[in-house]
């Protein structure tokens, strides 16, 4: 669906408005919170264009409760550890775990406020580092392919045969 910046800014202001209600609920939260007796940390950063700000989500996984969501215009590892800080410290309860993506500034910030605490990467950029390997390998292939697609072409290039026919169809079906 296609939408105008100036709308997508408009609801994003919104959503944060909305959010802001919902989260200065400090009871509200503190007692759903009580009752699970411990919390699993999701980080999200969601960056609209490069430049802009970077919108902050702090939720917890097993309730599914936004625990804070703040715009910052940099992604270092201070005002990070500030935003983890003021969950870890206002949620009343331990952090089992946190989920992120693998950016160092996140992965320090994690580090220096929750020691020994299980930090697990996204699955999606878990997965994609490890398939780096395998695209590379694949990429390469594909390269080596081509050539060698290129080198049978020219063989048959301005015959006009059935068997030329045959090998430029073979080479149209590996491209």
Known sequence: MAISERTGTNLLDR???LLAVVLTDDRRLKKVL???GQV???LVGLQPD???EVLWVIRDVLGGEILL???LLSARQQELSALLRQVRDGCGVPVAGLIS????SIRNAVAELF???PHQLWQ???LREAAKPIYEADRHAKVQLKKKVREVERAVEGRTDPEAEVVRGYCSAAR
């Open 15 to 17: 959503y944060d408005e």
């Open 34 to 36: 009580a009752a699970q």
């Open 40 to 42: 699993i940390l999701a």
């Open 50 to 52: 490069v430049g802009h």
């Open 69 to 71: 969501a703040k715009s």
């Open 101 to 104: 993506d693998g950016q160092h």
């Open 115 to 117: 020691p020994g605490v």
């Open 124 to 126: 999606f950029h878990f």
